[in-house]
Structures are given as structure tokens and as C-alpha cells.
């Protein structure tokens, strides 16, 4: 059983950055991608970004590319969601996803394990 832990959400202005990590309790972290994906206040569940087991890729949603910063280091077994010019619509439960592989996806059912979660909230 692998458990994801999160850290790193809080309360931040619009215009702010927030650094989330994620801890995998595998020590086989490093040959799996890793994502993150959000979920607001009455919507679903939605990707946010994506990495390869080894760093050399990422992908993210149209909605967060250019502002936010997926990144891994495998030494630390650690995987990191750096945010940046935050906007109130970011505000969500950050969870932070093992897949079931090394290869890049956005889809929800290719990620096993999942951490509980870490608030983001961006006041206006």
C-alpha cells in the first residue's frame, strides 16, 4: 500500500504562489509518473499537471499552463506543484496521484494511489 502526503496548501491573495509537495511512502516512487489534479467546491474532480518517472516530461491543463510548474526529485522522493499568479478559480482540494506507471496521463483511472488532499484558497 502506497500513501501520498501532501503539504504545502493555505490561504493566499490573488496574484500569490503557493509550493505544494507530495511524499509517496514507496520507495519505488521513481519509476512511476505522478500528477495532480484539483477538486473545487460542486465540481468534479479535474487534472491539473503530469510528470514521467524520470522528469524529462510534463503536461498540464490548458487552464494552469504558463502559471504553474510541476517537478519532481527522485533523490528526495518528493514531487512538487509550484504555483504562481494564482486567481481565485484556483481555489480547491489539491491532491497530489501515483499512476500505474512511468508514462505521462491525464486520466484519473490510470492514477492507483492518491493523497487525502491540501487546500488552496485564493481570496480576491
Known amino acids: 500500500q502506497v500513501q501520498l502526503v501532501e503539504s504545502g496548501g493555505g490561504l493566499v491573495q490573488a496574484g500569490g504562489s503557493l509550493r505544494l509537495s507530495c511524499t509517496p511512502s514507496?520507495?519505488?516512487?521513481?519509476?512511476?509518473?505522478m500528477g495532480w489534479f484539483r477538486q473545487a467546491p460542486g465540481k468534479d474532480r479535474e487534472f491539473v499537471a503530469a510528470i514521467n518517472w524520470s522528469g524529462t516530461y510534463t503536461t498540464y491543463s490548458t487552464s494552469v499552463k504558463g502559471r504553474f510548474s510541476i517537478s519532481r526529485d527522485n533523490a528526495k522522493n518528493t514531487v512538487y506543484l509550484q504555483m504562481n499568479t494564482l486567481k481565485p478559480e484556483d481555489t480547491a482540494v489539491y491532491y497530489c496521484?501515483?499512476?500505474?506507471?512511468?508514462?505521462?496521463?491525464?486520466?484519473?483511472?490510470?492514477?492507483?494511489?492518491w493523497g487525502q488532499g491540501t487546500q488552496v484558497t485564493v481570496s480576491s
Open positions: 514507496s520507495r519505488t516512487f521513481s519509476r512511476y509518473a
Open positions: 496521484a501515483k499512476d500505474r506507471d512511468g508514462v505521462v496521463t491525464t486520466y484519473e483511472s490510470d492514477y492507483d494511489y
